[in-house]
Structures are given as C-alpha cells and as structure tokens.
C-alpha cells in the first residue's frame, strides 16, 4: 500500500507566500516524478511543476519565477513554496507522484489542498 499525504495550504493575501508539502509512504521502491496541479474554479485541472527523479524541474508559464519545487528523495518528499500569490492561484491543489510498487510504475494522487489568495 501507498500513501500520499499533502498539507500546508490556506489562505493569504496577493503578494504573500504560502509552502505546500507532500509525503509519500508505504511499499516505495522509487519515485520517478513528483509533480504539483491545481485546480482553479471552473477550470480543468493543470499541471503546476514538476520534478523528474533526474532532478530536472519544470514549471506551467503562469507561475514560473514564482514558484519552486524542491524535493527530499530520502523522505519521499516534494514542496512547493508560493511566492508572490495572485488571486488567480486560488484553487484546490494536488500533489501527484509516480512510484514503483512491486516493479511496476503508477501514478498516485494526494488527498488535495487548498489555497485562496484574496484581500
């Protein structure tokens, strides 16, 4: 079994900063990538940044320059911080990695998090 626990979150006003967590447990044997999306009202689901077991990272155009993903390999751990918020980064946010279980890839998805940016 595989768990995958976000936290952090909240509101904050435009301008402030908020960090996002993300841990996943159980049966690991690696992570190949551990990515962030968000889902903004009446909007699909996006995909925020991600980070390749290689260490490369990559970032959506609305958010790059403000936001960084870092990862803790050894703790199975992937962050997010948020810098300079915009009300238009309000929404539900997800941690999403993929693991190897038993030899096998799969993609595996946190409980989500929420981030409101208003004044």
């Known amino acids: 079994q595989v768990q995958v626990v976000q936290s952090g979150g909240g509101v904050v006003q435009p301008g402030g900063s908020l960090r996002l967590s993300c841990v996943a447990s159980?049966?690991?044997?690696?992570?190949?990538?551990m990515a962030w999306h968000r889902q903004s009202p009446g909007r699909e689901r996006e995909l925020v940044a991600d980070?390749?077991?290689?260490?490369?990272?990559a970032y959506a155009d609305s958010v790059r320059g403000r936001f960084i993903i870092s990862r803790d390999n050894a703790k199975h751990t992937v962050f997010l911080q948020m810098n300079n918020l915009k009300p238009e980064d309000t929404g539900v946010y997800y941690c999403?990695?993929?693991?190897?279980?038993?030899?096998?890839?799969?993609?595996?998805w946190g409980q989500g998090t929420q981030v409101s940016v208003s004044s």
């Open positions: 999403q990695a993929t693991i190897k279980v038993n030899s096998r890839y799969r993609d595996y």
């Open positions: 159980g049966n690991i044997e690696s992570i190949y990538t």
């Open positions: 980070s390749t077991g290689g260490g490369s990272t």
